[in-house]
């Protein structure tokens, strides 16, 4: 079965500086998929980044960055240049590589706030 | 804003009722999903359709069902409602190609 697990509850980050959002997952699958979602408190999930198993590079957009350590069954986020508008509650999510046709399983999330 | 909606974006109600939530994906989408997100369970799948067909179950209650029309819209429909139903209903969509599902803005649903 897989497993998804964020074990930071909640974290504070000073507006500017870089946070890492920790995410460990588990999966017999060789062939799977790493998302990233941010939850405001109005409550959308937005989608903010995804990494395929296969893939060789660390995915980013923007200021997100996707740090994958296969070996390590990890895929922690990084936000860069913290703003305050990023407070929000983050997930980890796994589905299969690509993800647009299978379900996500979704780890418990982290909530950050960001310090003015 | 993700292309996908959802109405209603709130209902409260009763226990023992019924209520029909309804989602209408990306254009072009043909997959939808519809998760719950609740404080005790997090976020759970619940079911996915593929252009009108069921695709996959999650922890979908005998008391829920669902259906994706022909236009691609879906309807998830809650019956015998409880006060543990309370919870914040998302649907999501893809193309079937590519990453990413996209997730409406969900319906917070209120059992009084």
């Known amino acids: 079965a897989q497993k998804i697990t964020q074990t930071q509850p909640g974290m504070f980050v000073q507006e500017k500086e870089a946070v890492t959002l920790d995410c460990t997952y588990d999966t017999s699958d060789q062939s799977y998929g790493l998302f990233w979602y941010k939850q405001p408190s109005s409550g959308e999930m937005i989608f903010l980044i995804y990494?395929?198993?296969?893939?060789?590079q660390n995915a980013t957009e923007g200021r997100y960055s996707l740090n994958f350590q296969k070996a390590r069954k990890s895929a922690n986020l990084v936000i860069s240049a913290s703003q305050l508008g990023d407070s929000a509650m983050y997930f980890c999510?796994?589905?299969?590589?690509?993800?647009?046709?299978?379900?996500?399983?979704f780890g418990t999330g982290t909530l950050l706030a960001v310090q003015p | 804003d993700s292309g996908v909606t959802q109405t209603p974006k709130h209902l409260i109600t009763a226990t023992g009722q019924r209520v029909t939530l309804r989602c209408s994906p990306r254009s072009g989408d043909l997959s939808v999903y519809w998760y719950q997100q609740s404080l005790d369970q997090g976020l759970q799948f619940l079911i996915q359709?593929?252009?009108?067909?069921?695709?996959a179950k999650g922890n979908i209650l005998e008391r829920f069902s669902a259906q994706q029309f022909p236009d691609l819209h879906s309807e998830l429909n809650l019956s015998s409602l409880e006060l543990g139903d309370s919870a914040l209903y998302f649907c999501?969509?893809?193309?079937?190609?590519?990453?990413?599902?996209?997730f409406g803005p969900g319906t917070r649903l209120l059992v009084l």
């Open positions: 999501a969509s893809s193309s079937g190609h590519g990453a990413g599902q996209y």
């Open positions: 990494q395929g198993s296969y893939d060789e």
């Open positions: 999510a796994m589905g299969n590589y690509g993800g647009a046709t299978n379900k996500l399983i």
């Open positions: 359709y593929y252009n009108g067909e069921e695709r």
